[in-house]
């Protein structure tokens, strides 16, 4: 049991993970809409999350009480996409504020969806234990 619960905190703690960092993507985009020369960055979370996927399933511990870090190996560098807009700037900055504005709040509503999804497995979880 206790394997399984730790398989399903892992990937639920890299998809997190991979939400929190790419509203700091996003971000940092906005703040650069005025730099000449920024490149807009995403995460794909599909290639990032099937990565932490592979890292989690792949980790092996000598001894059930060991605790693992596996996430910590998982490097968002691999799923980071460049944005290229139909309509490049004369700056080279491919920065499009309407675009970021939209895709911050779509994200963050991501974000706070999953934590609800995750504080309601949690006390399912708990009841379960509690034998209610």
Request: hydrophobic share 35%; net charge negative.
């Amino acid at each position: 049991m206790t394997g399984v619960l730790d398989s399903y905190f892992a990937l639920s703690s890299a998809t997190m993970q991979a939400k929190n960092k790419r509203i700091e993507l996003i971000s940092e985009n906005i703040a650069n809409v005025s730099t000449p020369g920024y490149k807009a960055r995403d995460l794909d979370f599909s290639k990032f999350i099937s990565k932490a996927r592979d890292e989690i399933s792949d980790t092996r511990l000598t001894h059930a009480r060991h605790m693992t870090d596996s996430l910590s190996e998982v490097s968002y560098e691999d799923a980071i996409t460049y944005y290229q807009p139909l309509n490049p700037s004369l700056d080279n900055n491919t920065v499009e504020i309407g675009v970021e504005q939209a895709k911050f709040g779509k994200a963050a509503a991501d974000y706070e969806a999953s934590i609800s999804f995750l504080e309601n497995r949690i006390a399912g979880i708990r009841r379960a234990l509690r034998g209610e």
